[in-house]
């Protein structure tokens, strides 16, 4: 619950601590120059909607010059960020306002970035896309959400976001290298061809620097741990005909155990450490079993409640040492912007991005489970055996490059009474990758437990017959033995290679045709063609193919490989149709070359912005939307064991509720790529309307409506179970085609024992909802007290429905899918303040409130509290050249909220909530003169 009077105390120790810095300032002439120039733009962009200096243009309208940007969603340059489209723009100031120091937190931060997400603390177990962060706007899955910088496509994380998807990873692009970001929560595949159906991401980089920038950042969670470093220069140089900008960034940050929290201290991750159960078929008997003498606790174990007896004891394994709550990580990242004016009418550019990152992870180290049977078949004893407590955890690191090179020439052309911008670009991406983990050579292993035995005879996978002698004398003191001194001969590295590339050449020309007689102005035109090339390639070890006993145990393996190449050409058409209302008009055709039978595909738009009044405009649209599948849904294949939790065979639910430990064991989990798969297509309607009364008074609401048909799914392991349990216990219908298709890809054996797993993408018949955005900023500037801004953001998902089989009922989406639920609501709200003390002093603050919705417990039943959480900074322009900050994340020191109902660990959204507590970061910055 959000702690009303804790934050007010925090409040005003911060801004107390902020008047109460000394005041002193040394500067000299160039500098006041300088720093007056940025206040002055500071200014202006303020009441500009934040138009910055990169992209810009002059167009001729009226016989004035109007300064122009090209924004996100569109290829015609327009003067202000409020176009036909809803659009947010944060700038560097935004970020240190709102605590946020990285790219990825930025995006994280936004309301309608409200889906599920793999990145952070959400990949507790599941080992998928370590260190990596995706977006996912509007909830539609981050495969749907285009991530650009300067325009162009960057290469995907190598790797599916959650085994199911490809997707950018965010935390590839330097955070020294950027100037804004623009987000459009709008379809734009009229504009940029597949993905961008959920929305658009826009990086723009830094471009024209004169100075020298240091910065600092620093920062630790209360309790001590996560310590996070980040160092950073960006410098630039502008001579006659151009400019150079190189920026460098280096970023580390501590790995966060689930010991270490104090939170989870009263769910800790117990594992079965050993046990061994013996049932004798002859007498009836079941029962468990262990060496006389055997101490739990002596070989760091913890024995179980149910059984102590000596001679009959079972011991648990407190995992939460080897479960990573955050990644250790080392990046590197590099940024170089070069400028170049060849002539009067054509300029040349190139835009290089480079990150090197090491990150490494840990989990609960694999589990083995069996039988072994004597040669009279009758005894057998049921073995679970982790060996997280004598050979470590399962520790992995993930060496990972990134690179982004975009260059190419812009210029102007004169074609009769008009002049044409144009610009050919060229960009070229790759993302490579080498996956170590540790693992446990499985033949070694069946040797290990069966060591000293005379005969034996494999019947099953993990099922034996042995000799008697050694079933009666040997087998259980081999169970319960220490493997550590074994350790070399059981343990390797599986290694799994992958890349993923991006290339592209586009051309565009923009000008203006004619008014035709009847329109206000020329109409202008925008003409593009694209041609582009994507590969993929995901090569694991041969180990960790083979599937006959001598690979890896409990390790699957994804592989896949191929490429397409795509060509599209599009048209945008801006017409003033009056003084207050104009149109725009875009369509686009992209024709793929690959394995599948997409071929081409057509998308339109059509757009309206109307100003009846200076202080009142409208905004609508009407566009197609498009999505080709994804490289991996494609081409992706694994197979290989998984551990998944029985929610239906364990009987652990008692009608409410999940009463004890599902069992939880390893199955054959079979993926496979398509290519009969069909593209995504759909609409997306849009309503809004954008009221400024005043100048400081700044009011925009939206409505849209989004259907994908033919949506292209990839069910996990435990979504395939927990829609099993649904069907199971009603909640889904049964007879349903959807409950038909659970069961025929999650196989039981005659015991009812999951055996195998079929995992594959495909066509759903669709996805539908509907959402309503609002946007309210204000500023007050006070001569005495300083200058005042608050904004706020709202996002409401007022319906989402997904329907898998026409014929069945469609699934009510607006607060997820267990195990990924989603807020209904999300809302951010920020405060600023800032006072200047003289001419180059001044303090200020920021309190930045997140609010996420009611989300529904696991089973359905009840909806759990709202989440707040806030993050207040404050900082301190001691001159013209250092600026010091402090920024508190998570102030009030805020709790995940607990579902009771779930039957997985961490028992809380771990996607949405974190248990890491509040946390402090220090920030310096000196500008340092050329």
């Known amino acids: ?55 810009k243009g002059l167009v001729a309208r009226s016989g004035e010059a109007i300064e122009t940007v090209v924004v996100t969603g569109s290829l015609i340059p327009r003067n202000t960020f409020d176009g036909p489209d809803p659009m947010t723009v944060l700038d560097e100031d935004d970020m240190k306002a709102r605590g946020l120091t990285t790219v990825a937190d930025v995006i994280d931060s936004m309301a309608a970035n409200n889906g599920y997400s793999e990145g952070g603390s959400g990949n507790l177990l599941s080992g ?45 692009i330097p955070g020294t290298a950027m100037s804004r970001v623009e987000v459009l929560t709008g379809s734009a595949s009229a504009i940029y061809g597949s993905d961008a159906v959920g929305g658009v991401i826009n990086v723009i980089t830094k471009r024209d620097m004169e100075q020298t920038l240091v910065t600092a950042n ?48 009263d769910r800790r991750f117990l594992v079965t450490g050993i046990g061994a159960n013996i049932q004798d078929f002859e007498n009836g008997y079941t029962g468990p079993v262990s060496p006389q003498g055997y101490s739990c606790e002596d070989n760091n174990l913890v024995t179980t409640e149910t059984f102590s ?38 300029r040349g550019f190139a835009t290089v991005l480079m990150s090197k990152q090491d990150v490494g992870s840990s989990v609960s180290a694999s589990n083995w489970s069996g039988r072994v049977i004597n ?90 017959q042995v000799d008697n002698s050694f079933f009666d004398n040997r087998l259980v003191d081999n169970i319960f033995r220490d493997a550590s001194v074994d350790r070399d001969a059981l343990m390797g590295k599986a290694t799994t290679f992958a890349s993923s590339s991006a290339d592209s050449l586009s051309l565009k020309a923009v000008g203006e045709l004619s008014d035709f007689g009847v329109l206000y102005n020329p109409v202008t035109v925008a003409i593009v063609a694209d041609w582009a090339s994507q590969s993929t390639e995901i090569n694991p070890d041969e180990r960790s193919l083979n599937l006959d006993g001598n690979g890896w145990l409990n390790v699957g393996a994804i592989e896949a490989g191929g490429s397409r190449d795509r060509k599209a050409i599009g048209a945008e058409f801006l017409i003033p149709v009056v003084e207050d209302l104009e149109l725009t008009f875009a369509t686009r055709m992209d024709r793929y070359d690959d394995s599948t039978a ?102 925009a609401l939206d409505w849209y409506k989004v259907r994908l048909n033919d949506l292209v799914v990839t069910e996990s ?134 609010r996420q919705g009611r989300v529904d417990n696991f089973t359905g039943t009840n909806s759990m509290e709202p989440h707040y959480t806030a993050n207040l900074s404050g900082f301190y322009q001691a001159s013209a050249r250092l600026r010091m900050g402090m920024t508190v994340r998570n102030l009030t020191n805020t709790m995940p909220t607990t579902d009771n109902t779930s039957p997985r660990w961490p028992y809380y959204w771990s996607h949405l909530q974190s248990p890491l507590g509040r946390s402090v970061n220090l920030s310096f910055s000196y500008f340092l003169s050329n």
């Open 1 to 55: 619950m959000f702690e009303k009077k804790r934050l007010s105390l925090c409040v005003a120790a911060v801004l107390g601590l902020a008047v109460a810095m000394p005041l002193h300032a040394q500067e000299v002439a160039a500098d006041e120059q300088k720093t007056e120039r940025k206040q002055e733009e500071k200014k202006q962009k303020r009441s500009s909607s934040k138009v910055q200096d990169a992209d």
């Open 128 to 172: 998928f896309t370590v260190g990596a962060s995706e977006a996912n706007l509007r909830g539609l899955g981050s495969g749907r959400t285009l991530v650009l910088v300067n325009g162009r496509r960057i290469a995907d994380y190598p790797l599916p976001f959650g085994g199911q998807q490809n997707g950018a990873d965010l935390g590839t």
């Open 218 to 265: 620093m920062g630790a969670y209360e309790d001590g741990y996560g310590f996070t470093k980040d160092l950073s220069f960006v410098t630039g140089k502008a001579f006659e005909r151009g400019s150079v900008t190189v920026s460098l960034e280096q970023r580390t940050s501590n790995a966060i155990s689930a010991d270490e929290v104090e939170y989870l201290d």
């Open 309 to 346: 007896e000596d001679g009959a004891t079972r011991c648990n394994f407190d995992a939460s040492e080897g479960i990573a709550m955050g990644s250790e990580m080392d990046r590197t990242s590099a940024f170089v912007d070069g400028r170049y004016q060849f002539t009067d009418s054509i």
């Open 375 to 464: 040669a009279d078949f009758t005894k057998a004893v049921d073995i679970g055996r982790s060996f997280s407590h004598d050979l470590g955890f399962t520790t992995s690191s993930y060496d990972q490059e990134m690179w982004t090179l975009m260059a190419g020439l812009e210029g102007e052309v004169e074609l009769g009474d008009t002049v044409w911008n144009w610009d050919v670009g060229y960009s070229k991406a790759r993302y490579n990758m080498t996956q170590q983990y540790g693992a446990i050579r499985e033949e070694v292993l069946r040797d290990w437990f069966l060591d000293g035995a005379s005969e034996v005879n494999e019947l099953a996978q993990n099922i034996y």
């Open 598 to 699: 997409i071929g081409g595909r057509n998308t339109s738009s059509l757009k309206f912005l109307y100003s009846p009044f200076d202080m009142l405009k409208f905004r609508g649209s009407y566009a197609q939307t498009f999505r080709a599948p994804d490289m991996f849904n494609i081409y992706g294949e694994s197979t290989g064991y998984q551990v998944v939790t029985d929610l239906v065979g364990g009987d652990c639910f008692d009608g409410e509720n999940f009463t004890g430990d599902c069992p939880a064991y390893n199955v054959v989990s079979t993926r496979r790529g398509r290519d009969d798969l069909e593209e995504e297509s759909g609409k997306d309607l849009g309503l809004g309307l954008i009221f400024t009364p005043t100048n400081n008074v700044n009011v």
């Open 717 to 850: 392991a435990f979504g395939l179970m927990e829609s099993e349990w649904r069907c199971a216990t009603g909640s889904l219908q049964n007879s349903s085609r959807f409950c038909e298709d659970v069961s025929n890809r999650v196989i039981r054996d005659a015991s009812g024992r999951v055996s195998n797993i079929i995992i594959e993408p495909q066509n759903h018949a669709y996805t539908e909802l509907q959402g309503l955005d609002a946007t309210i900023n204000a500023s007050f500037e006070s001569v005495q007290y300083g200058n005042f801004g608050v904004q706020m953001k709202y996002v409401n998902t007022l319906s989402y429905d997904w329907l898998q089989f026409e014929g069945d009922e469609a699934i009510d989406m607006r607060t997820g899918l267990p195990g990924q639920s989603t807020p209904a609501t999300r809302t951010n709200l920020t405060f600023n303040w800032s006072n200047p003390l003289t001419a180059f002093e001044s303090v200020g603050a920021s309190l930045f409130i997140q």
